[in-house]
Structure formats: structure tokens, C-alpha cells
């Protein structure tokens, strides 16, 4: 096998959900895809909790000094957040979208820009996006990417089914973030401790919990801007580790 197989195999479980999902769209009703949504966003929420239980372990709370477990996500999100504002990371990835609507020929009522963002951003979100990726470049194995390729198989499906081929296309993102990561495990080995581990997957779990409460219509919270925190949070604890 090859450093970045893993990736290619979760990419081509999205792809193949995604043109299953659009096949069983067709055939399903505006209510039942809305339900199905409604659906994604309650797991969502629900795979969110898991992603905060290392807020509460004992390896991160000792990692750091008192009081600085919930200090790190803080900091981690908002200075994530400012340097993805300036950057415009959620204007660009709505541009990006809209434009791919229009290649592919999408009406704009048809769920097909927030199909690929909120797929864009769940598919990347999470540790083993990050884990798996560098175990797959320092040859340390895919059994991480392949468990996630099979979530992501039903997520792409399930979420295709409502939102159409805008789904598929996250593959363009996710194969970038995913190749990143994996370049990194190839070049820099084991880069990251168990508590920065922590610290990345707490941040992750609350990016969920903004795609949850987006999926439900509840709040439309800017994920895309907060993208950065997710590199900003290990770096975030290691300085905290080190010098307070």
C-alpha cells in the first residue's frame, strides 16, 4: 500500500454514498428528505457529545495547568474564528459551492451549496480525519480512515438523498485536508501529544455541534471561519503545557 490509499478509499465511499443517495432522492418526498436532514443534524449533535468527552479526562485536565482545560477551547475557537473571518473561509467556501451549483447546473433552491458545505465540513471535522490520515502517511495502518470511510458512506448517502450532488463534490475539500494531514505524518512522524490530540477533538466536537444546530434550522453559525481553530488548538495547548 501507499501513504494516502486511506484517503482514496474514504473519497470513493463518498462518491459511491453520495450517487446512492441521490438515486433514492429522487424518489422521496420533500417532507421525507427534510425528516432525513432533520435526522443528520440530531447525530450530528449526537457524534458532537462524544467528541467533548476528553474536555472531562484526566490526560488533558493534568496536561494543563488548573483551570486552563476550558480556557484552551475558548481561545482556540475565538482566535480561530477572528483569523477565519479574515480570511473569509465561510464566504469561500458559499463561492465556491454557488459556483459549482452553476457548473453542474443545480437550480438554487435545490439544497445543492448546502449539501456541499455542510458534507465539506462534517467529513473533515473530526479526529480521525486528522489521526487517520497521519497513521495512513507515517504507514502506521488505514483502519482508522476505513472505519471512517464506512460512517461517511451512509453520512454521504443519507445527506445526498436531501441535498442532492453537492455532496459528492466535498471530496475536493476533504481530499486536500486529508492529503495535508497525511504529507505531514509522511514527513514529521507521531507530531502531536495525547493532550493536543484532545485539545483538537474537543474543538472539533463543538464545530459539530454548529453543524447540528445548522442542519436543524436552528442557528446558521459560521463553521467555515472557525476552521483554523482546529490547527490553532494544538498549538494553543502545547503553550500552555510548556509556559504557564
Keep these: 500500500m501507499f501513504p ?17 443517495g441521490v438515486g433514492l432522492g429522487n424518489r422521496l418526498g420533500i417532507k421525507l428528505r427534510s425528516l432525513i436532514t432533520d435526522v ?15 474536555l472531562w479526562s484526566a490526560q488533558f485536565i493534568s496536561s494543563l495547568p488548573r483551570g486552563w482545560s ?7 475557537l475565538l482566535l480561530g474564528g477572528l483569523l477565519g473571518s479574515a480570511l473569509r473561509l465561510e464566504d469561500r467556501l458559499d463561492s465556491l459551492g454557488e ?12 439544497g445543492f451549496a448546502e449539501g456541499f458545505i455542510s458534507a465539506s465540513l ?24 476505513l472505519l471512517k470511510s464506512t460512517l461517511d458512506f451512509f453520512a454521504a448517502m443519507a445527506f445526498a438523498a436531501s441535498l442532492g450532488w453537492g455532496v459528492a463534490l466535498s471530496i475536493i475539500p476533504v481530499g486536500i485536508y486529508q492529503g495535508f ?13 495525547p493532550y493536543q490530540i484532545d485539545a483538537m477533538t474537543i474543538v472539533g466536537g463543538v464545530m459539530l455541534i454548529g453543524i447540528g444546530l445548522r442542519l436543524l434550522h436552528i442557528k446558521s453559525i459560521a463553521i467555515g471561519n472557525l476552521l483554523p481553530a482546529l490547527a490553532l488548538a494544538p498549538i494553543i495547548a502545547l503553550i500552555v503545557n510548556g509556559f504557564i
Excluded: H
Design 4 to 20: 494516502g490509499i486511506g484517503t482514496a478509499i474514504n473519497l470513493v465511499a463518498i462518491i459511491a454514498g453520495a450517487t446512492i
Design 40 to 54: 443528520l443534524g440530531l447525530i450530528t449533535i449526537l457524534g458532537a457529545v462524544s467528541a467533548l468527552i476528553p
Design 70 to 76: 476550558l480556557l484552551v477551547i475558548l481561545f482556540s
Design 99 to 110: 459556483s459549482l451549483r452553476k457548473r453542474f447546473g443545480a437550480s438554487r433552491d435545490s
Design 122 to 145: 462534517l467529513f473533515a471535522i473530526g479526529p480521525l480525519a486528522i489521526l487517520g490520515s497521519i497513521s495512513d502517511g507515517m504507514s502506521g495502518g488505514i483502519d482508522q480512515l
Design 181 to 193: 494531514w497525511t504529507i505531514i505524518g509522511l514527513i514529521l512522524g507521531q507530531v502531536l501529544a
